[in-house]
């Protein structure tokens, strides 16, 4: 039995002279950093990528392992698709800290630069989380991406989103199975599946 299967875990107070905050920061790039150098270690950032959790009360981000835990600073995503794989009904992508999982790009948004964003971990403890795709993820989507101009034949008038705003404000839109989905840089993850 971990401490961290005890109730009361995250609600104990840090080691005598010690915090719970600290200049840990994972920057917009994904990098790990401590006391303004950056972290190198490989196998210390592999195991910071598999520690991010929030804390179940503050909903703050927090590294744990199950033994002790710290806050620690997020400055974007605090995870990223580093792959994917297209299959027949879904695709799969893979995050940084070594969990695959299936794609549902509702919840997914395009944000600044026009890098993709998803919402993961859904089913896991702090969760749910985003991740942010790295360019070779969101470059390997290309044999999914579907043109939006046809698109807005199949919305009423006044339904969200138009044509134009598909297509000529970032519109992107992908085809998972027989579904496509519409995701907008402006409407920070509505989608609308057409079936």
């Given at each position: 039995?971990k401490p961290s299967d005890h109730p009361d875990f995250y609600r104990r107070p840090p080691p005598d002279g010690r915090s719970r ?148 404000e970032g519109g992107v839109a992908v085809r998972v199975g027989d579904r496509i989905f519409v995701i907008d840089c402006e409407s ?8």
């Amino acid at each position: 039995m971990k401490p961290s299967d005890h109730p009361d875990f995250y609600r104990r107070p840090p080691p005598d002279g010690r915090s719970r905050e600290s200049t840990i920061r994972l920057d917009a790039s994904g990098r790990f950093w401590h006391d303004g150098a950056p972290v190198e270690h490989p196998g210390l950032i592999g195991a910071f990528r598999r520690w991010i959790c929030r804390h179940p009360d503050d909903r703050r981000y927090i590294l744990t392992n199950g033994y002790d835990w710290t806050y620690f600073t997020v400055d974007d995503a605090p995870f990223a698709v580093e792959h994917l794989r297209i299959e027949v009904d879904r695709i799969v992508i893979g995050l940084n800290d070594g969990t695959e999982e299936a794609w549902d790009p509702r919840g997914s948004r395009i944000g600044p630069g026009g890098a993709l964003y998803a919402v993961v971990k859904r089913n896991v403890s702090g969760g749910p989380y985003e991740a942010r795709f790295t360019r070779h993820a969101q470059t390997s989507l290309a044999p999914a991406l579907v043109e939006t101009g046809h698109l807005a034949a199949q919305w009423a008038p006044g339904d969200w989103p138009t044509g134009e705003q598909a297509a000529g404000e970032g519109g992107v839109a992908v085809r998972v199975g027989d579904r496509i989905f519409v995701i907008d840089c402006e409407s920070n993850g509505r989608q609308k599946s057409v079936l």
